[in-house]
């Protein structure tokens, strides 16, 4: 009798989320068996050993290049077959009885292949039209959610999101929503992992782990713990990309955080509302 009652246009959403429903059940089943892949293993190992830092220009490098992988000088790379790309932007580190030297993140290089170098689950296979992808930014605006492109990150630091402070409301453009949110994404990534990161990103924010809406679009849900919110921002990022054209590699990802207890404290329809947004099949509310 209840279905009876629904509209054609609810009976078809209904029957969309009860899809993607279980298509998220079976994505975290399958990441509770999976196991990490050992080709990102012997990248880091490579990492480890390429590596000849102080404690002290560690910080440096860290400082300077959050997420930042291998680090070497030209000298260093060149002998092992890569060579510096011609606007990369060094990373200043302290020398041994001199003032400083410079060195160069393995993105900012190119050459001989690095083991494992593409394993890492950040990564995302597939093709994605560089236009779905502005399509995708420029719709996060209309959230409220700023999204630009940034340099300034390692390899292994894929994009960030951020809640940020507003001007005082009289100061604020009448034309279009005020940024309450910002997102960064890795400019030196490809397009599938850019556009899969976009996703995972906007996930957080459009589930609330954020924060709350101020228009009521979505509540606040700050009180989960990293791994739940990893989960959903990753099954957003899973099920946007799967009608795209990206592939991410979320199974190999989530299979380092999925627990029983963690996946049973997730929310399949925040998941669906955020990916909805992400879309933006959903048009934003006033």
Known sequence: MFEEELTGAAQGRLALFED??????????QALEAKGP??????????????????YNAMLVRVQRPGAAAVGSRRQWAGYGRTVKPDAVPIVVLQPFGPVRFVFEIGD????????ERMSSLFADGH???EQYNRTKLAAAKYGVEVAETDNYGTLLAGTAAAIKLLPEALTPKTKEAARYRVRVNAKHDLPTRFATLAHELGHVFCGHLGADPKGRWPARVGLTYAQRELEAEAVAWLVCHRTGASPRSQEYLSSLASDEDINAVSAYAIFEAANWVEARTAPQA
């Open 20 to 29: 993607c429903a279980a298509a998220i059940n079976q994505l975290f089943a």
């Open 38 to 55: 050992a080709a990102f293993d012997e990248f880091l190992g490579f990492m480890a050993r390429f590596n000849n830092l102080s404690v």
């Open 109 to 116: 290089t190119e050459g001989r292949e690095v083991p494992g």
């Open 128 to 130: 994605v039209p560089e």
